[in-house]
């Protein structure tokens, strides 16, 4: 049996794991995959000329008939959604295959998925085993009540199956199948990996927080020492890779687990690598031990200095105390961090975006103040607290449930006008802010010149960061660069195949 997994934008390491579990019991899998290059997908540009160049759209719906697979599954965002459809119902009309639907946005709503007459399946939650089941399903019995996890349809009624049992051991699971995204993903600039799944916090904007209620609080588990260490060392071994990038939601939730990981891995690995981070896990020794290890930067999800609005509408613990000292101990060790600010929080007003100016001001090590828009997710909590601050209504959950939403980089949804032009201009300014001397953002602070960034063209902005990457040393921004040379130079490529062909 043939399956073929769909994908929109970067490299997923959902995708990887479900293929390599799925061939550890003899199916063959293939990827069908759209890099959403200059998309709103594209986290660092955004160009609808140049997305319109790259789209893969029309290639992926042909590569799909023309290989004739059994099974083509998609892993869906709810961002993703239309996308998804969009091709699953091309892919119906052409030729007989079963269409699968993963990830968060049908776990969320499955009965909203299944109802698409192009969706045969949607797996919630978790999918390696429900996936292999439902295999082995359609291979022989066709026996769908007995598929954990599994929603499908009845004559025209759906009906949803139980959620199954998480692995419990992640050791018992092959290493991602990174072979899929070979040709998509320049592995050797950057290896992705997940020392564990889950996250110990409920954020209120955050799909996690979802996954802990439906799983009861155990979604959270990590990997051992040993796993994590023999996936780097094979995968060291065979793409050469320079740099890593931890993927867990927080890697230092064990301070001895990550003394025990990092000692290795600084001896057997050797490369550079970045994290994310919180800082309630986070103090000196801590940080002693990443720096010591290879770390270059940790990323730690502030999203605003409004602690009252961080507390009650984002439903994150820590208080500012914490937050500052966290950064003074990166200060004191030169451990360079990212922080992250989130537009479009409920309630935010100007001061709340010039105080974390002045709250980082004095914080030299600061990589980057990363910009997000805050995303509505359909199933969190946060959707019920934004209706009752005004910010939605009910046509605006509709939209959002149905896959019409913006995105974390390029298109807000604050209806504001005043909001609206505070973004535009606190967003300038924090990306530029880790070039300019303390007294220049006083100054701008003091004097109110922050009103006139939104003036500032955006090609500036990006030529300062990208100068700021290179000061800085950022391994991220020469990820990014190669990047965009390597799937230039692959369109360029196409181009002159097909011309020949023609010709």
Known sequence: MKITFVNFGRENLGIEYISSFLKSSGFKTRLANDPGLFTTEDNVLHSPLFAKFFERKKIIIEEIVASSPDVVAFSVYTSTYNWACEIASAIKKSIDVKVVFGGIHPTILPLQSIKNEFVDFVIRGEGEMPFLELLKALCGNKQFEKVSSLVYKKGQEPVVNELGALIENLDDLPFPDKELFENDARIKDSYMIMASRGCRYGCSYCCESFLNQLYKNKHFRRRSVGSVMNELKIMKEKYKFTEVMFFDSILFTDKEWLKNLLLRFKKEIGVPFRCEGHVNFFDYEVGKILKEGGCYCIDFGIQTFNQKIRKEILKRPEDNLQIHKALDICESLKLRYDVDIIFGIPKIQEEDYTSAIELLNRHRYLNRIKCYNLVYYPGLSLLGEAKRLGALNDKDIADIENGKVNDFFH???????????????????????????????????????????HLLPNILVIFIQFINGIIKKDYRFNIYLRNYLYHFKNRFLRERTNRTLKV
């Open 411 to 453: 298109q807000d949804c604050i209806k504001n006008a005043q909001h609206k032009r505070w973004k535009e201009d606190f967003q300038k300014l924090f990306k530029i802010y880790p070039l300019l001397p303390p007294p220049v953002c006083a100054f701008i602070i003091k004097h109110k010149m922050y009103r006139l960034f």
